[in-house]
């Protein structure tokens, strides 16, 4: 398969190039899986709760290492999402179409799809319940059930969708309505919130206001935007060379971003939204708008919080260089539901999957792991319709960049790589278990370039 995207020829080119050609070595035709909960068995050597990105790449990982007819995954939905892109959905530069694909075809071949959803874990026996009424044991459990949307959280919400002038890139009921909002601008407030929880891709709030900033001066109507980026945050970002660089933007094309402002209420009706200020609580502001993103509140699965394998504030508590549970030795937590002080993301994902891999084949032959998660996580931060400033990063907030150039910079190489290069990474080769993050991609382009 070839990119849908013209390249520039060079030597990181090149390296691009051999390494796609690498990948699709391994990564055969599409599968559909035709196992039904039906023929769903009561024991798995490895059970998976969640199909998202963390579940389907480790379902895959485990199916190689113990056979698929022992491994098991279960997930409810019928459709599993590439939610990254949504931040260009929402922008128009992309179709929703693209983004999803039936849960059936990215299953594992042979692998168990158990179309339930979890409503109880049960470590101390070894196994879960489904709301089907099954109870499933298993000899080894990972947990990858992903992050909750609680837009209920804010008043007015998530019933106010059904009024105009707001979107959320969150959602696929509403990433749709950012775009139409975005087309519908006319003049006044255009406002992107960023909320008290933490949330997945933190640089997502504020990528759709970069994009609509841009489409309002391709479309003319910038001078009557007035662009505000209200964040509970008390930063643009947490690591400070591309803070640095964000803050550069944010002056030059002149937009408003004020800290510490938690999105509390909107009245759909009046398109007003109202915002309480973290450093005086009870202080509130009430502000109009033409156009409005809302990025909701987030917070682990209700099943995750009432469980054993949960820390006190409700996420999966592993350790934070192998995955494993710190309480439970057979049960490992990976992606957004996990307690590991990263970012949220499909990157960060990635990342984990190749450290979870040696940890469970280690431990599987009582041995101790030796691989260590550092934390890496990236967020291709969009700043327009062909420019992207490629954060990465670990634990520590230090930078851990894989190109051998400032990622700082805005560059048209990483806006092509986030809209196109990245989810053909994430289809063919990320969720077929092969991709386990960028450092080997770090190898080969250090020594291509020495």
């Keep these: 398969m070839t990119l849908p995207i013209p390249m520039v020829s060079g030597p990181r080119t090149r390296l691009f190039a051999y390494f796609l050609r690498l990948g699709t070595t391994h990564a055969g035709p599409l599968q559909l899986h035709t196992g039904a909960s039906c023929a769903a068995k009561n024991h798995y050597e490895v059970l998976v709760l969640g199909g998202g990105s963390g579940g389907i790449t480790m379902a895959a990982r485990m199916k ?186 944010i002056q030059e094309r002149n937009l408003t971003v004020n800290y510490k402002q938690n999105l509390i209420e909107v009245r759909a009706d009046k398109q007003e939204a109202v915002f309480e200020n973290l450093d005086k609580p009870g202080e509130t502001q009430v502000i109009s708008y033409e156009m409005l993103h809302v990025t909701p509140p987030m917070g682990p699965p209700d099943v995750i919080k009432t469980s054993p394998v949960a820390d006190a504030a409700g996420w999966v508590d592993v350790d934070k260089e192998t995955l494993q549970h710190k309480r439970y030795p057979n049960v490992f937590g990976i992606g957004d539901c996990t307690n590991l002080p990263t970012s949220k993301t499909a990157a960060a994902v990635a990342a984990q999957s190749g450290i979870l891999d040696r940890t469970i084949s280690l431990i599987m032959k009582n041995q101790t792991p030796m691989k260590k998660y550092d934390g890496y996580t990236s967020c291709p931060l969009v700043t327009g319709y062909s420019r992207v400033i490629l954060a990465e990063f670990d634990y520590n907030g230090q930078p851990l960049e894989t190109f051998p150039f400032d990622q700082s910079k805005e560059r048209l190489s990483m806006y092509l790589m986030k809209a196109d290069l990245m989810p053909f990474l994430y289809w063919n080769i990320m969720l077929r278990g092969y991709w386990g993050g960028p450092a080997f991609l770090r190898k080969l382009f250090h020594l291509g370039m020495s």
């Excluded at 059936?104 to 179309?115: M, R």
């Excluded at 099954?134 to 837009?151: F, H, V």
Aim: charged fraction near 25%.
């Design 64 to 249: 190689r290492k113990v056979g698929a007819e022992n491994v098991g995954i279960v997930e409810p939905s019928e459709r599993h999402f590439y939610q990254p892109i949504w931040t260009l959905v929402g922008a128009g530069a992309k179709q929703l179409s693209s983004s999803g694909r039936p849960t059936a075809s990215v299953i594992p071949s042979g692998v168990e799809w158990i179309k339930a959803r979890v409503v109880e874990l049960n470590p101390d026996k070894n196994c879960i319940h489904t709301d089907n009424g099954k109870k499933i044991s298993y000899r080894y459990l990972i947990i990858a059930l992903g992050i909750q949307l609680n837009y209920e959280k804010i008043k007015g919400l998530p019933e106010g969708f059904a009024y105009p002038k707001i979107g959320s890139n969150y959602s696929v009921k509403t990433v749709e309505k950012t775009w139409k909002a975005l087309q519908d601008f006319k003049e006044g407030n255009a406002i992107f919130t960023f909320p008290n929880t933490p949330v997945k891709c933190a640089g997502a709030p504020q990528k759709i206001m970069y994009l609509s900033e841009a489409y309002f001066r391709k479309t003319g109507k910038r001078p009557k935007a007035n662009i505000i980026f209200n964040t509970s945050l008390g930063a643009i970002f947490g690591v400070k060379k591309y803070a640095d660089a964000l803050l550069e933007i």
